[in-house]
């Protein structure tokens, strides 16, 4: 354990390969903090002890030493044998760069100003009072001034971290600019993936665009800008890309790796390639990697300060791709091994001759099945994942290859069609939507196709409509993977929606995997009940002696009440008002299904004999 010079780890980039470790409560950290450090609260040491193992050199600091120099020895008790040096945070801060909340005190002065307060109250109490016991309040604070000094621990600190005006909720940061340049996120939480725009001077580029590129359209169009290029890191496994439909309709180039043999017309690229728009550029970056064909484009503003590096699937927040979607899809084939030394080169001989305050700029977020280990975080700086993801850590090419292909995530059927609809190119969202076609009848659905239900799991179970249908609901983000991985490419399916309301969100799901081309027919619940409905007032126009028994809960009588002569009574309420049923009619018991209608049948037959009741007529479907 050392003390260093701040002037030489400052200057010599040491952050870029070691850890800087802040070891204050996160509430402290987060009023100001040096720029690459990290959060590892010495209350927790527990926590951290495996992870400090990985580093080479570790630099720890807190306010006063006091706390550093306490983990340091827990460091070492436990042996991290790591070099761990010391120092304070105002000898860092009265040279060189920390992240600070601009309106909040710092810490220390604000424990200052808090004991100093206690003291002249403890005095002015005793004065006013005359009584000298309010000295102890004084005395007390004294007391525990000398004890926090002595100890590094101080209880005052630790309260007032927790106060509204020292609490700090980070903001999801989706814009990043530069000199004449600005860079704006997109996110489909459907299949955690992130696509970008960046407008310089009037011009727009688009990157790794989703199937509907309307957002896109519109984000250029607030700030006048024309798109002029759409560029491809790859062509991707896990969702249909709107490259082409971009090209067709703005007359954007599309630029692509030279090795894809993409089928549509683009531009090839290849690495070190600088393609100005507007005062800004682009620098393609060849990084074969998850793919053997794939690059990531690094944007430079006006003053060619490097602002983002679009990484595709290269590197991740808090991992970097997997190695085996490639090992037998399309024309260029690897093994997993192969492509995660690919990896293993690129991030170690990239990277680091990069700005260490650039934002990486990733394809994919949390739960993508593209890696394993992807943070929640939309983004974070090349400083601190050169930090924090374990793969970008000190360890050899053997190590890092057997790390890399281990425990990945089963893949979903759905990745080898989209690579190889990707590279021919999509046609557009429009399109992709209006060739499915709703269908009047489930009865009539071919047996050789799946149906999928997308309504939620009580309504498909209460209310079964097809007997062999899987359960798939929509409003889960997991929708898409899901239908991708249990539908295989080829296989054709039909879709039940239980609103009309739904319908576009939901075809927009299955096109955002090119996935229309196997989707039959929709079947559209609230709209067949409409038919229905109207069926069922005509039969009982016609019968007078007919009369609705009307099961269903309140709100769903309030929205579609099928007959102005119907008796409501939701069934759970239906024994206790089982005497109201009336007995000079014939009682048809609906509930929308055949679930809830079923039921009441039975009750009503048990409980109230003398009443006539029965199934609807076997005219109409129910």
């Known amino acids: 354990m050392k003390n260093t010079n701040i002037d030489t780890l400052y200057e010599s980039k040491l952050w870029t390969r070691d850890i800087i470790i802040d070891v204050r409560t996160p509430e402290e950290y987060n009023l100001e903090h040096i720029t690459w450090a990290i959060n590892m609260p010495v209350d927790n040491f527990d926590d951290f002890t495996d992870t400090l193992k990985t580093y080479k050199n570790i630099y720890v600091y807190c306010n006063t030493g006091n706390s550093s120099t306490i983990f340091a020895n827990m460091a070492q008790s436990q042996g991290v044998e790591t070099t761990i040096v010391l120092w304070w945070l105002s000898a860092w801060s009265k040279k060189y760069p920390t992240i600070k909340k601009k ?13 100093g307060a206690l003291v002249l109250l403890g005095v002015i109490l005793a004065l006013i009072a005359n009584n000298w016991w309010f000295v102890a309040l004084s005395a007390f604070v004294g007391a525990w001034l000398i004890f926090a000094g002595s100890t590094g621990y101080c209880g005052m600190a630790k309260v007032l971290a927790k106060m509204p005006w020292n609490r700090i909720k980070d903001p999801i940061q989706t814009e990043f600019t530069g000199k004449n340049v600005i860079i704006k996120q997109f996110e489909d939480k459907n299949l955690a993936h992130y696509s970008y725009i960046a407008i310089s001077d009037g011009e727009a580029i688009v990157i790794d665009p989703e199937r509907n590129p309307s957002k896109y359209y519109d984000y250029a169009r607030e700030h006048n800008a024309k798109i002029i290029a759409v ?16 090209h067709q309709e703005t007359g954007a180039s599309i630029y692509i790796g030279e090795l894809v043999w993409a089928e549509y017309p683009h531009t090839t690229i290849s690495d070190g390639d600088v393609i100005p728009f507007g005062s800004a550029t682009v620098k393609a970056l060849f990084t074969p990697w998850h793919s053997p064909d794939s690059f990531s484009f690094l944007i430079m503003d006006a003053d060619d300060k490097q602002v983002g590096l679009c990484t595709g699937d290269w590197v991740f927040i808090g991992d970097v791709g997997r190695a085996d979607l490639r090992e037998s899809v399309w024309n260029i084939k690897a093994k997993q091994e192969e492509l995660a030394g690919m990896m293993y080169d690129t991030t170690r001989s990239i990277l680091p001759d990069l700005d260490p305050e650039l934002h990486i700029l990733p394809t994919h977020g949390s739960w993508s099945l593209c890696g394993k280990g992807l943070s929640k ?22 190590s890092f290859i057997t790390l890399l292909t281990s425990d990945q995530p089963n893949i979903p059927a759905y990745f080898t069609h989209s690579v190889v609809s990707n590279k021919k190119g999509n046609n557009t969202h429009q399109e992709s939507i209006q060739q499915i076609k709703n269908i009047d009848a489930i009865d009539t659905v071919d047996k050789d196709s799946i149906v999928i239900d997308t309504r939620d799991f009580a309504t498909h179970h209460n209310y079964p409509i097809f007997p062999s249908a899987i359960n798939i609901p929509h409003n889960d983000d997991g929708f898409v993977t899901l239908l991708g991985s249990l539908i295989k490419p080829g296989q054709s399916f039909v879709v039940i929606v239980e609103h009309s309301d739904d319908v576009d969100s939901i075809l927009h799901k299955i096109a955002s995997i090119a996935y229309e081309w196997f989707c039959k027919w929709i079947y559209i619940v609230d709209e067949q009940m409409n038919k229905m409905t109207a069926d069922k007032q005509d039969i009982i126009a016609k019968n007078k002696k007919y009369r609705i028994l009307d099961v269903r809960n309140q709100s769903a009588y309030d929205n579609n009440p099928i007959h102005s002569d119907s008796i409501h009574i939701p069934l759970e309420s239906l024994k206790d008002r089982i005497d109201e049923l009336p007995t000079d009619s014939i009682l048809l018991p609906y509930c929308g299904w055949e679930y809830k209608s079923g039921i009441a049948l039975s009750m009503v037959k048990s409980m109230r004999p003398d009443v006539q009741i029965q199934k609807w007529p076997s005219d109409i479907i129910l």
């Open 231 to 246: 560029y491809e890191t790859h062509p991707h496994a896990d969702f249909a890309s709107s490259h082409l439909q971009i």
């Open 377 to 398: 975080r939309n983004t974070d700086t090349l400083a601190s994942q050169l930090k924090h993801n374990p793969m970008l850590q000190s360890m050899d090419k053997k």
């Open 103 to 115: 309106w909040a005190l710092p810490m220390m002065q604000q424990v200052q100003i808090a004991a």
